[in-house]
């Protein structure tokens, strides 16, 4: 027997398949999909198998595989194939498309393996039995594990651990090992709701032809969305099918989790970044051996290895996070979503309040059905926005606090009412500066400011991680003015503390929240009323579900604003519109105030007037003049390299080589990327806006192919950035 095996030679961006010989005891083993190890050259690498065939066209001598490293397959049809269309799309190599679908233990890597779990068990050896006397007492204990068949050591070490032990040395009581998960769901069930009339026709609509068709719901913060969600997961359970929900890495709190525990038992999977390899091991063997059902995970949780799905969903598919964008392949999941829904032939329903323009057009022209929820669930309005103007405001607010906010932050704490405060970092970092000649402090590595870090002292570069401590005089003038610029959430925390010293103050950012448990750990607490104010970044904005949270401050609304990007003020319109529903999800009503520098900016005023349909059209003016998306397709070409020269020379190269095959497209660029230098490496990007052009997929390979191997320069492409700066 021959197998072709395709394995990953580290870091070489080329896809190989070798052909191998099977030995005679193994070949009963080899399935398509399954993992083996291979000699290759003097090391030993791990490798899929993809065909099983007599002959092979190789002219070198096969060498044999050494051994098989799964019993169950990790790849089965669908995710083969699944590879090859996203290979075809995103023009990443085919290994990569395969790992990218795995968690880390199931990889074709060598590296640290990681174990499955055993629990020992103990059961009766009856053949033993009939010539032993015992006494009462082990007679007891006997009986009790006959009746149970199986029972777990630790509770047989309860009862009384010398009896087990006797009873284990006449060879009565045998063990057995069984494989256990790290993680464990409560079976137990909450109560459930009784559908809006509103709610209802979404789910009615949606149930009327559960074959293959895509859905726009777009509903209001605190619509119901994730009952809808919940609703049709358990009509696909109901006839047998299997469901996924995937949410952004930022909203799959403990408390979405547990809303689905709830109604599902531990017939769920959660797949985030917060699990260890050993928990995603277990959790991704659940959901191959059909004990769980219905998987919630962030991006790559789409490649869950689930059969017979009959309903996908992707909740705030407004997100960025669903497009990966800083490694090969550069996939969205929400076209892996279509993609298998196709496949499996079921709903797939992209669920948002403030939908990506992409989507709405695609559901204004038709191609997505449009569900719409307008309304609240508990029949409230949509919390009142008030828009405070710093630039006069500042130079009477204490601090980052306008005299509005104080006011109403005070209200809220005699009333025993809670607060969330926003500070928008987004493209945002706060840098060390010399006040007296404007010096900043810059990476030596990166052209990027170092970021200060106060619980250190430390200046540090979030790209390259090269550090360095703070200076108390400036290089550059000599002057002793060196000072940290910009609002950490730190320091807004101490001002903070400074204007309302007996509120309890809750801080959630990703230095506080990157223990494991640790964000579980404080939003129980937040709900539990341990805090009254939760100050943080992006992390409070998404999926929190407070029932005494009557106001919503945004610190500073701007900085997400001023990113060269062209989705900046989308981004920013979804971001305030998702952190003021935050607030007034209960009984009482809910107020949000947004701090900004330009009040009249329409990414800021329609947050105000809560008018997503507003936002759409203003924007689509400005992308429609601008050759934007959804008007224009974008492809953003990444060439890198550490020799500059070299680099920036290859780069107007390529770029006359597409200017010769693409007529139907517009080319902008090279240029050098906004951030110029990361880690001693050049990096230039070339975009291109096309409607239509039919060669561009061919022309793009040919200049990936002219580049393989080549060491002095890397060559990236990006279908559909999520992000061109
Ligand atoms: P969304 O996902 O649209 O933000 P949720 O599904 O989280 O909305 O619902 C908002 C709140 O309303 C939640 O606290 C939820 O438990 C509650 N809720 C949703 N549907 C119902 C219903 N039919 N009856 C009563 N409460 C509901
Ligand atoms: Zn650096």
Redesign the pocket.
Same mark, same amino acid.
């Given at each position: 027997m021959i197998i072709g095996v395709l394995v990953e030679l580290s870091n070489k961006n080329i896809d190989k398949m070798f052909d191998y010989l099977v030995p005679k005891q193994l070949e009963a083993d080899i399935k398509i999909g399954i993992r083996v190890e291979v000699p290759f050259g003097s090391q030993t690498l791990d490798g899929f198998v993809l065909e099983i065939k007599d002959k092979s066209s190789s002219e070198f001598e096969l060498k044999e595989i050494i051994s098989i490293k799964d019993n169950d397959i990790v790849l089965n049809d669908e995710l083969l194939e699944l590879g090859r269309i996203m290979k075809n799309k995103t023009l990443a190599t085919l290994i990569s498309c395969y790992q990218v679908m795995l968690p880390k233990a199931l990889k074709a890597k060598q590296g640290r393996v990681i174990n499955k779990k055993f629990d020992t068990y103990y059961k009766v050896n009856e053949d033993v039995l009939s010539g032993i006397k015992t006494t009462p007492k082990q007679e007891e204990l006997i009986n009790l594990v006959r009746e149970k068949e199986l029972v777990k050591r630790s509770e047989l070490l309860e009862i009384s651990s010398s009896i087990l032990s006797t009873l284990v040395k006449k060879n009565i009581l045998v063990e057995e090992k069984l494989e256990k998960y790290r993680l464990n769901y409560s079976k137990e069930l909450g109560s459930k709701? /009784?559908?809006?009339s509103d /709610?209802e026709n979404i789910v009615e609509e949606v149930l009327k032809d559960t074959s293959f068709k895509p859905y726009l719901l777009h509903?209001v913060?605190? !619509?119901?969305?994730?009952?809808v969600y919940m609703e049709l997961i358990e009509d696909a359970l109901n006839k047998g099918k299997t469901s996924i929900m995937l949410v952004p890495e930022i909203s799959l709190t403990p408390q979405m989790v547990e809303r689905f525990q709830k109604r599902f038992g531990d017939n769920i999977a959660a797949l985030h970044s917060a699990l260890s390899d050993g928990e995603k091991y277990d959790e991704w063997r659940r959901i191959v051996r059909g004990e769980a059902s219905i998987v919630i995970g962030a991006r790559s949780a789409i490649f869950a290895p689930l059969n017979n799905i009959g309903m996908i969903i992707i909740d705030e598919e407004h997100s960025e996070s669903y497009k990966q964008s800083d490694s090969n392949p550069r996939y969205s999941a929400k076209d892996v979503a279509m993609i298998r829904g196709k496949y499996h032939n079921c709903p797939v329903i992209f669920g948002s309040?403030t939908p990506s323009l992409e989507v709405m057009a695609r559901s204004q022209k038709g191609v997505y059905k449009y569900l719409s929820?307008p309304n609240r669930?508990?029949g409230k309005k949509l919390p009142l926005v008030r828009i405070i103007d710093m630039n006069e405001e500042i130079k009477k607010s204490k601090g980052h606090f306008s005299r509005n906010l104080v006011t109403s932050i005070n209200d809220k704490l005699e009333k025993g009412e809670q607060v969330i405060l926003l500070l928008n970092r987004r493209g945002y970092a706060s840098f060390v500066t010399c006040k007296s000649c404007g010096y900043t402090f810059k990476c030596p590595n990166c052209d990027i400011s170092l970021t200060y870090h106060k619980s250190s002292n430390t200046m540090r570069c979030h790209y390259c991680g090269y550090g360095t401590k703070v200076y108390d005089t400036c290089p550059e003038c000599k002057e002793k003015a060196i000072s940290d610029l910009g609002v950490g959430t730190q320091k807004v925390e101490e001002e903070l503390g400074e204007i309302f010293p007996n509120a309890r103050i809750l801080r959630m950012d990703f230095d506080t929240t990157s223990r494991k448990g640790a964000h579980e750990k404080m939003i129980t607490a937040f709900k539990n009323h341990e805090y009254d104010i939760l100050l943080g970044t992006q992390i409070v904005a998404k999926g929190l579900?407070f !029932?005494n949270v009557t106001l919503v401050g945004v610190i500073n609304a701007d900085t997400s604003l001023n990113i060269p990007d062209f989705r900046s003020s989308e981004n920013t319109f979804s971001l305030l519109s998702q952190v003021a529903?935050r607030s007034g999800? !209960?009984e009482k009503s809910g107020e949000v105030i947004i701090q900004t520098y330009n009040p009249d900016h329409y990414a800021i005023s329609y947050t105000k007037m809560h008018d997503y349909m507003g936002f759409y059209n203003k924007e689509m003016e400005i992308r429609k003049t601008l050759k934007y998306p959804p008007f224009y397709y974008l492809c953003h070409i990444k060439i890198s390299g550490k020799e500059m020269e070299y680099v920036s020379k290859e780069a107007e190269k390529i770029k006359r080589a597409l200017a010769r095959n693409l007529l139907e497209t517009s080319i902008l660029g090279p240029t050098p990327s906004t951030i110029f230098r990361v880690n001693n490496v050049f990096r230039f990007g070339i975009i291109l806006k096309y409607k239509k052009e039919d060669k561009l997929e061919e022309t793009l390979e040919k200049v990936l192919e002219h580049y393989k191997g080549n060491s002095k320069i890397r060559v990236d492409i990006d279908f559909n950035p999520s992000q061109i700066y």
């Amino acid at each position: 027997m021959i197998i072709g095996v395709l394995v990953e030679l580290s870091n070489k961006n080329i896809d190989k398949m070798f052909d191998y010989l099977v030995p005679k005891q193994l070949e009963a083993d080899i399935k398509i999909g399954i993992r083996v190890e291979v000699p290759f050259g003097s090391q030993t690498l791990d490798g899929f198998v993809l065909e099983i065939k007599d002959k092979s066209s190789s002219e070198f001598e096969l060498k044999e595989i050494i051994s098989i490293k799964d019993n169950d397959i990790v790849l089965n049809d669908e995710l083969l194939e699944l590879g090859r269309i996203m290979k075809n799309k995103t023009l990443a190599t085919l290994i990569s498309c395969y790992q990218v679908m795995l968690p880390k233990a199931l990889k074709a890597k060598q590296g640290r393996v990681i174990n499955k779990k055993f629990d020992t068990y103990y059961k009766v050896n009856e053949d033993v039995l009939s010539g032993i006397k015992t006494t009462p007492k082990q007679e007891e204990l006997i009986n009790l594990v006959r009746e149970k068949e199986l029972v777990k050591r630790s509770e047989l070490l309860e009862i009384s651990s010398s009896i087990l032990s006797t009873l284990v040395k006449k060879n009565i009581l045998v063990e057995e090992k069984l494989e256990k998960y790290r993680l464990n769901y409560s079976k137990e069930l909450g109560s459930k709701f /009784q559908l809006t009339s509103d /709610q209802e026709n979404i789910v009615e609509e949606v149930l009327k032809d559960t074959s293959f068709k895509p859905y726009l719901l777009h509903g209001v913060t605190g !619509s119901g969305k994730t009952e809808v969600y919940m609703e049709l997961i358990e009509d696909a359970l109901n006839k047998g099918k299997t469901s996924i929900m995937l949410v952004p890495e930022i909203s799959l709190t403990p408390q979405m989790v547990e809303r689905f525990q709830k109604r599902f038992g531990d017939n769920i999977a959660a797949l985030h970044s917060a699990l260890s390899d050993g928990e995603k091991y277990d959790e991704w063997r659940r959901i191959v051996r059909g004990e769980a059902s219905i998987v919630i995970g962030a991006r790559s949780a789409i490649f869950a290895p689930l059969n017979n799905i009959g309903m996908i969903i992707i909740d705030e598919e407004h997100s960025e996070s669903y497009k990966q964008s800083d490694s090969n392949p550069r996939y969205s999941a929400k076209d892996v979503a279509m993609i298998r829904g196709k496949y499996h032939n079921c709903p797939v329903i992209f669920g948002s309040a403030t939908p990506s323009l992409e989507v709405m057009a695609r559901s204004q022209k038709g191609v997505y059905k449009y569900l719409s929820l307008p309304n609240r669930v508990n029949g409230k309005k949509l919390p009142l926005v008030r828009i405070i103007d710093m630039n006069e405001e500042i130079k009477k607010s204490k601090g980052h606090f306008s005299r509005n906010l104080v006011t109403s932050i005070n209200d809220k704490l005699e009333k025993g009412e809670q607060v969330i405060l926003l500070l928008n970092r987004r493209g945002y970092a706060s840098f060390v500066t010399c006040k007296s000649c404007g010096y900043t402090f810059k990476c030596p590595n990166c052209d990027i400011s170092l970021t200060y870090h106060k619980s250190s002292n430390t200046m540090r570069c979030h790209y390259c991680g090269y550090g360095t401590k703070v200076y108390d005089t400036c290089p550059e003038c000599k002057e002793k003015a060196i000072s940290d610029l910009g609002v950490g959430t730190q320091k807004v925390e101490e001002e903070l503390g400074e204007i309302f010293p007996n509120a309890r103050i809750l801080r959630m950012d990703f230095d506080t929240t990157s223990r494991k448990g640790a964000h579980e750990k404080m939003i129980t607490a937040f709900k539990n009323h341990e805090y009254d104010i939760l100050l943080g970044t992006q992390i409070v904005a998404k999926g929190l579900d407070f !029932s005494n949270v009557t106001l919503v401050g945004v610190i500073n609304a701007d900085t997400s604003l001023n990113i060269p990007d062209f989705r900046s003020s989308e981004n920013t319109f979804s971001l305030l519109s998702q952190v003021a529903g935050r607030s007034g999800r !209960s009984e009482k009503s809910g107020e949000v105030i947004i701090q900004t520098y330009n009040p009249d900016h329409y990414a800021i005023s329609y947050t105000k007037m809560h008018d997503y349909m507003g936002f759409y059209n203003k924007e689509m003016e400005i992308r429609k003049t601008l050759k934007y998306p959804p008007f224009y397709y974008l492809c953003h070409i990444k060439i890198s390299g550490k020799e500059m020269e070299y680099v920036s020379k290859e780069a107007e190269k390529i770029k006359r080589a597409l200017a010769r095959n693409l007529l139907e497209t517009s080319i902008l660029g090279p240029t050098p990327s906004t951030i110029f230098r990361v880690n001693n490496v050049f990096r230039f990007g070339i975009i291109l806006k096309y409607k239509k052009e039919d060669k561009l997929e061919e022309t793009l390979e040919k200049v990936l192919e002219h580049y393989k191997g080549n060491s002095k320069i890397r060559v990236d492409i990006d279908f559909n950035p999520s992000q061109i700066y």
